[in-house]
């Protein structure tokens, strides 16, 4: 099963976490990062190295993150090149969330990359 990393500016991972559990509740191979005004860009790539290094990395990781250019974008990409397997997905709504969550099993990082956008064009 591929592993997530959802990251985002503010409370926003926490915040779309909790309402994913809310609605499908506690789920595997997914991580959580928020990204406060008094974090770090260094520190935010500490925190999702640590992630990748508690994950099941054997079928891949996708990091979803809030705004395409912002700081957990650039850094999830750094990491994504660095690393065979992960894809970058940005643009992160809730809808999204569940419906990648709850599709992920028997995926690649490729198919779920396609599927996700086909989600987003849904809404």
């Known amino acids: 099963m591929l592993s997530i990393i959802l990251t985002g500016h503010g409370g926003f991972a926490s915040g779309m976490e909790k309402a994913m559990k809310q609605i499908l509740g506690e789920q595997s191979q997914f991580i959580a990062i928020d990204f406060p005004e008094t974090s770090s860009t260094a520190l935010l790539t500490s925190q999702l190295e640590e992630a990748i290094a508690q994950l099941d990395c054997e079928d891949g990781i996708v990091f979803l993150t809030d705004l395409l ?53 849904r809404g």
């Open 69 to 121: 250019g912002g700081t957990p974008f650039r850094v999830a990409s750094t990491l994504a090149m660095q690393k065979p397997g992960c894809e970058v997905i940005t643009g992160t709504n809730l809808q999204l969330l569940l419906e990648m969550v709850l599709e992920r099993e028997g995926l690649s990082g490729e198919e779920f990359r396609v599927q996700a956008l086909e989600c987003g064009h």
